[in-house]
């Protein structure tokens, strides 16, 4: 008699578990490494998402030996450190107040807070041809020792509009006549 086909799956679970474990790993050693990260990020969390669901299964297969396993110190020790570095990530995000921002909204102040002088040179640029390429695009830039911030206040624009015609890619110059 052949077995029921839940039965086969329960059987499978364990080399699916491992199968899993080893494709999920090598795509996380990747992407730590930066390596193909296109190409495998989607396939790595997709892994994440079938080594849940085989985990699951396997737990369920295996409910008494874990059982008894969960009574010795070991698990709740591996357990532990488990937590406890997965707190040492996640604790430092989530200190982060919305007010402080984070990332992009940082690099944004300081960028607005700076002087075109020390702004053009990120965009490979002198501070005279930034201040004529803002003007250019109708704002007013009293000097190049003027911040970002001072542009779109003389401009009575929006900083996030000044920061977006700043990093803007030029345009091809207009022909001479």
Known sequence: MSEASPRKLLRAVTPIVAAVFVAS?????????????????????????????????????????????????????????????AAAFVVPALAVTPKEGGGARALSRVLLRAPLEEVAPLLDTTPAALAQRLTAAGLTVAATSASLADVAAASGRPPREVLDLTFAEPGPAPAER
């Open 25 to 85: 790993a090598t795509t996380g050693v990747l992407l730590f490494f930066h390596l193909g990260e296109r190409l495998i990020k989607e396939l790595h969390e997709w892994m994440g998402v079938v080594f849940v669901a085989a985990a699951a299964l396997h737990i369920a297969r295996n409910a008494r030996p874990l059982a008894a396993y969960a009574r010795r110190p070991a698990l709740w020790i591996a357990a532990a450190l488990v937590l406890a570095s």
